[in-house]
């Protein structure tokens, strides 16, 4: 009987360790296989045994990391990174401290309002701004609408930012809310203001849900890909590797390289962690440790 007990926590984790290891871990051990990997060419690559797979150790990432459109690609999602996470968090957060105040009107609509657009999938938003984008509908006096080169990164963002604000203001809110009414009760009676409060005690006790927000925002900003892939056909000035990521499905499904596909992807994949990694252990560490004291 005893032995059973103990066999009822495996029996209902095996499921999930079942579906995390065929659709997360094989995958990622078939992808660093493929990615020291390339194709062989013998003869005239005609007959059925004249393409074979062989062992390339490193030069795989080589060449994926040699072409100028993945670096091209990188600087654009950098650039992109570093103006919607920013401002992402920062609306996130206004609009958070703005919900918790006391005798908010409309707060449950509000709320409702702001969260709603992350609710809306990500190729549907895309398709609805595209249009909206199209010089016959901008009011903006520009040719090519907002689908040109010039402002062809800020409507990109701008898609980025209006889903994903509900999404961290809600996080930040349930951290705001979390906090005891006693501490907010102290502040007032020693004469803090409604801004003093949000400054001094609000934003330091939020801290690590901040974190954790910023986190998951760059992790996403650094895999950009279903807005430009979704605005790419109604744009000229779209590349189809305008991303490291579009690079990625156009090498693999279009160009047929899976090869550097692979590799570009364990890069792209190894960036993302070290970055979390660094901001975590940059940041984290004293957020916590400010908390505890």
């Known amino acids: 009987m005893r032995s059973y007990r103990r066999a009822v926590p495996y029996a209902f984790l095996a499921p999930a360790v079942v579906l995390f290891t065929l659709f997360v871990l094989l995958p990622i051990g078939y992808t660093l296989y493929l990615s020291l990997h390339r194709t062989k060419?013998?003869?005239?690559?005609?007959?059925?045994?004249?393409?074979?797979?062989?062992?390339?150790?490193?030069?795989?990432?080589?060449?994926?990391?040699?072409?100028?459109?993945?670096?091209?690609?990188?600087?654009?999602?950098?650039?992109?990174?570093?103006?919607?996470?920013?401002?992402?968090?920062?609306?996130?957060?206004?609009?958070?401290?703005?919900?918790?105040?006391?005798?908010?009107?409309?707060?449950?609509?509000?709320?409702?309002?702001?969260?709603?657009?992350?609710?809306?999938?990500?190729?549907?938003?895309?398709?609805?701004?595209?249009?909206?984008?199209?010089?016959?509908?901008?009011?903006?006096?520009?040719?090519?609408?907002?689908?040109?080169?010039?402002?062809?990164l800020f409507a990109v963002l701008n898609i980025g930012l209006w889903g994903g604000v509900g999404f961290n203001m809600v996080v930040i809110l349930t951290a705001l809310r979390a906090i005891p009414a006693e501490v907010y009760e102290s502040a007032r009676l020693d004469g803090c203001t409604e801004r003093q409060l949000a400054l001094r005690i609000k934003i330091p006790l939020v801290l690590p849900a901040l974190i954790m927000a910023t986190v998951f925002t760059v992790i996403a900003t650094l895999q950009v890909y279903t807005e430009p892939t979704t605005l790419a056909p109604l744009s000229n000035a779209l590349p189809s590797t305008w991303t490291p990521l579009m690079k990625i499905y156009n090498d693999a499904f279009v160009r047929g390289d899976i090869y550097s596909a692979a590799a570009s992807s364990v890069v792209i994949a190894a960036v993302t962690l070290v970055c979390s990694l660094l901001f975590l252990r940059l940041v984290a560490g004293r957020a916590f440790a400010g908390e505890r004291a």
Request: proline content about 9%.
């Open 41 to 152: 060419i013998s003869g005239l690559g005609l007959g059925r045994g004249a393409r074979t797979e062989v062992f390339a150790g490193l030069a795989t990432y080589r060449e994926a990391l040699s072409h100028p459109e993945f670096w091209r690609g990188a600087l654009r999602v950098l650039g992109y990174g570093a103006i919607l996470v920013p401002s992402m968090l920062g609306l996130a957060l206004l609009f958070a401290l703005l919900l918790d105040r006391p005798r908010v009107a409309f707060g449950r609509f509000s709320r409702l309002s702001i969260f709603l657009p992350y609710a809306v999938p990500g190729v549907v938003a895309s398709v609805l701004w595209g249009f909206l984008y199209l010089p016959a509908l901008t009011p903006l006096p520009v040719p090519d609408g907002l689908l040109g080169p010039g402002l062809l």
